[in-house]
């Protein structure tokens, strides 16, 4: 993922604890941020004035707490009818409430099956999309939230992505 740069504003370690890094950013929003600090690879000895450089975007953490909690919800759902993918959305209700949405629709010849769910308070909507975004090389189309990923990598990256949420 290509990278875009403003003007770049050095700020104190823990300026930058409030901040997405670079590394972790999905969104590839521009770069506002970065600190220094002595360099800790020994291939790259501080001793030799090398130094270690993060780079930060101007996104802030959000303070929605962890997993487990809130109303809103992450989930991942399987249909023995479509093999090989799971569909990973958002939803405001309960997530057995959208399972029988999605799995009374007249083009699904099976039920869906809940798989896993991650819950929050507030921006499921904005989750959801970074998670996506995330998970855009493994997605079958556009259009939908499918995607052909196994289980346990979709819970890994709702995790790793939910994890800035926190």
């Known amino acids: 993922m290509k ?4 003007p770049l504003k050095k700020i104190t370690l823990e300026e930058a604890s409030l901040y997405v890094s670079a590394e972790e950013d999905v969104n590839n929003n521009f770069i ?16 030799d004035n090398w130094e270690h450089v993060t780079y930060y975007t101007a996104r802030s953490k959000k303070p929605i ?4 909690e809130g109303k809103e919800i992450i989930y991942v759902m399987s249909n023995v009818s ?38 929050l308070h507030g921006s499921g909507n904005e989750l959801e999309r970074e998670i996506h975004r ?4 493994k997605r079958n189309s556009s259009r ?23």
């Not at 002595?38 to 501080?46: E, G, K, V």
């Not at 409430?97 to 819950?119: H, Q």
């Not at 995330?134 to 090389?137: F, K, P, Q």
């Not at 990598?153 to 800035?164: F, P, Q």
């Open 3 to 6: 990278k875009r740069f403003k």
């Open 32 to 47: 506002c941020f970065y600190t220094v600090e002595p360099s800790h690879d020994s291939n790259y000895p501080f001793s």
């Open 65 to 68: 707490p962890s997993s487990g």
């Open 82 to 119: 479509i093999p090989g993918l799971l569909k990973i959305g958002y939803t405001g209700k309960l997530a057995e409430e959208r399972r029988k949405e999605l799995s009374k629709a007249t083009g699904v010849p099976t039920p869906f099956k809940l798989e896993y769910t991650f819950k």
């Open 134 to 137: 995330y998970l855009e090389h």
């Open 144 to 166: 939908r939230e499918f995607f052909d990923v196994t289980l346990n990598e979709a819970i890994n990256a709702i995790k790793k992505i939910g994890e800035k949420y926190i």
